[in-house]
């Protein structure tokens, strides 16, 4: 029997059958989108009505009644839409799986030939399906960023807002009451809680015999850290001479991590230093793994709070007595105490100060000092930089060549690759050659390259790169008390890790103190100032602002542009007069300041808003 006729006769049939099934999926889900669309603007409207208006001026009085109105309809309403939010959720999922099972039906149909040459049809056919399928993946994205941002930022949205047109004096009254509320819990630690004791008032045993100090120095130049520090328990002489012991125990330090120095929290001398390092090690707490990217957090983690940022409106400055949690040196990531601005096809830089609303071209331009045959001396922003002659000559320099990082200076070559150097000893030859085509980044004030091995830190006083895990997907991005944080971007979480160099290739986490809830890239965050007290924080950019992260407790704070203005606003986190302060520029004040700062500096505006 000739099978072939009875196909080509089936085939028609077949593709009708597919297209008639498609036809009633496809109206069915566009009639559930058009619901999807009304339920969006019933919600918005819902919103605009609970917005509290007080009268001008207003007493303090009718301001806090107006916040427990706002507080109260609100959580009444939250009741009311949160199961047809819940519905319109799964109706998403549902019509998504549903496609999704037709069209893996059809592709396997296809895949046998069941159609026969109809393919140009049926291949329309799939394409609508995944077309489909995108857009009600988008939905379900938007619909839970909707969620999350009624929940996170309306109220205190609007408790902003009510004070428009009100008194300076109540509008100061009202922050400080209620709205400073919102952060109170971002504050410095001095207190890191080491799980370690460090004061001297531990009991030890007296002295009962004399040994000659020269002889109990000799001995610990020749112990190991953990003997050192076990050493330090013999007695009260072996204890005073072990707190006299700096040189030996940085020299010991930087041949097992160079990266845990004093100067965070509570490592304060190299006595510290040595003994955190040995507790940790000694932890159950602290587990050794070779590889990096799957580990899990044994903690519950601390729900994100979410703090909305006070306007910063075009042409207004932020108070003398803000200072920012970033500084200048952190203006590679963007995540800085300035406002960038890029424009034109050249690519022409420049940032402002919101202090003072002056801009400046970026980067700055470099000085020359003083040249001869072998060294060339230039001067950025006061510090005074000495390369090798050679490399002007050879135009081996990038124009955009050197930048001031928080405790390095680096110095980026042509086609890649590039110099670091300590700022304490900004040297050529003192420095770090890292070869092209890498270059490095700073994680507070670690210096990290990425390299096709994974991740590197660099020992500056070594003059060496030492591998620190082999995976590419975890990047170092803060360095606090000796921990180095891995930013595990698809998991969103944060990492505590450190490493002892005589075990290569073993990295120490714990998961009890894996932060989660993060949304931060590499790229596009940046440690707090040690100088200004702010180390113990780790700040990143997201959609809608910023996200402070406390490495000491462990929290993760959202800082929020207002609600239903768009994604694209400029966010400052610090401290005013030792309280947590956030400031928002959003979209339109940011392009009117864009444009302000443009033409000041003579550069025409291709930029399209």
């Known amino acids: 029997m000739d099978t072939t006729r009875a196909r080509d006769i089936k085939d028609p049939e077949l593709l009708n059958q597919v297209g008639e099934d498609w036809k009633v999926l496809f109206f069915a889900c566009n009639a559930f989108l058009e619901d999807y669309k009304f339920y969006c603007k019933t919600l918005k409207k819902l919103l605009k009505t609970m917005k509290p208006k007080l009268p001008v001026p207003a007493y303090r009085q009718d301001c806090l009644l107006a916040m427990e109105m706002l507080q109260s309809t609100f959580l009444e309403a939250l009741e009311f839409i949160q199961p047809t939010k819940d519905n319109m959720y799964r109706s998403l999922e549902r019509y998504h799986d549903d496609i999704e099972e037709f069209s893996l039906q059809v592709r396997?149909?296809?895949?046998?030939?069941?159609?026969?040459?109809?393919?140009?049809?049926?291949?329309?056919?799939?394409?609508?399906?995944?077309?489909r399928m995108n857009i009600l993946e988008k939905k379900q994205e938007q619909l839970t960023r909707i969620w999350d941002d009624i929940n996170g930022s309306f109220v205190q949205t609007c408790l902003h807002e009510m004070m428009a047109g009100q008194e300076e004096e109540l509008k100061e009254w009202w922050y400080d009451t209620v709205l400073s509320t919102y952060g109170e819990h971002i504050k410095v630690t001095h207190k890191t809680n080491l799980g370690v004791q460090l004061d001297p008032a531990v009991s030890r045993p007296p002295l009962k015999r004399h040994i000659p100090s020269e002889i109990v120095s000799f001995i610990y130049s020749f112990a190991d850290v953990e003997t050192c520090v076990a050493l330090r328990e013999v007695n009260t002489q072996w204890y005073s001479i072990f707190q006299h012991l700096d040189s030996f125990l940085k020299s010991k330090m930087n041949n097992r991590n160079p990266w845990m120095v004093p100067g965070d929290g509570d490592l304060k001398t190299w006595q510290d230093v040595a003994l955190v390092f040995v507790r940790r090690l000694?932890?159950?707490?602290?587990?050794?793994?070779?590889?990096?990217?799957?580990?899990?957090?044994?903690?519950?983690?601390?729900?994100?709070?979410?703090?909305?940022?006070?306007?910063?409106?075009?042409?207004?400055k932020l108070p003398p007595t803000f200072t920012s949690m970033t500084d200048s040196s952190a203006c590679e990531s963007l995540v800085c105490e300035h406002m960038h601005i890029l424009s034109g096809p050249a690519g022409d830089e420049f940032l402002m100060d919101p202090w003072t609303l002056q801009s400046r071209q970026h980067p700055e331009e470099y000085e020359f000092v003083s040249q001869n045959s072998e060294e060339t001396v230039i001067k950025l922003q006061g510090v005074e930089i000495t390369i090798p002659s050679f490399v002007f000559r050879q135009r081996i320099i990038l124009d955009i060549s050197f930048h001031l990082g928080r405790s390095t200076v680096y110095v980026h070559l042509h086609g890649g690759g590039c110099l670091i150097m300590s700022r304490d000893k900004p040297h050529y030859g003192h420095a770090l050659t890292i070869l092209e085509p890498y270059s490095a980044y700073d994680a507070g004030d670690v210096s990290v390259s990425k390299q096709t091995d994974g991740y590197h830190l660099a020992n500056i006083a070594n003059q060496s790169l030492v591998k620190y895990t082999s995976s590419t997907s975890a990047a170092p991005v803060a360095c606090y008390n000796g921990i180095v944080w891995l930013n595990l971007r698809e998991m969103k979480c944060l990492v505590p890790t450190f490493i002892d160099l005589s075990t290569p290739g073993k990295v120490y986490y714990?998961?009890?103190?894996?932060?989660?809830?993060?949304?931060?890239?590499?790229?596009?965050?940046?440690?707090?100032?040690?100088?200004?007290?702010?180390?113990?924080?780790?700040?990143?950019?997201?959609?809608?602002?910023?996200?402070?992260?406390?490495?000491?407790?462990?929290?993760?704070?959202?800082?929020?542009?207002?609600?239903?203005?768009?994604?694209?606003?400029?966010?400052?986190?610090?401290?005013?007069?030792?309280?947590?302060?956030?400031?928002?520029?959003?979209?339109?004040?940011?392009h009117l300041t864009r444009e302000r700062i443009l033409a000041e500096n003579g550069v025409e505006d291709d930029h399209e808003d």
């Open 510 to 590: 714990r998961a009890d103190r894996i932060i989660t809830d993060t949304e931060l890239m590499e790229n596009r965050c940046s440690q707090g100032s040690k100088s200004r007290d702010a180390a113990q924080f780790l700040v990143g950019m997201t959609a809608r602002g910023l996200d402070v992260v406390d490495l000491v407790e462990g929290t993760v704070t959202a800082v929020s542009r207002h609600y239903g203005k768009p994604d694209q606003a400029l966010c400052f986190v610090g401290f005013n007069q030792g309280q947590f302060q956030a400031w928002c520029m959003h979209h339109k004040d940011s």
């Open 282 to 316: 000694e932890s159950e707490k602290w587990v050794e793994k070779d590889r990096i990217d799957n580990v899990e957090a044994t903690s519950n983690g601390r729900p994100k709070k979410t703090v909305v940022g006070k306007k910063l409106k075009f042409g207004k």
């Open 108 to 131: 396997i149909d296809y895949a046998t030939k069941a159609y026969g040459a109809v393919s140009r049809d049926l291949s329309i056919i799939i394409d609508a399906m995944f077309e």
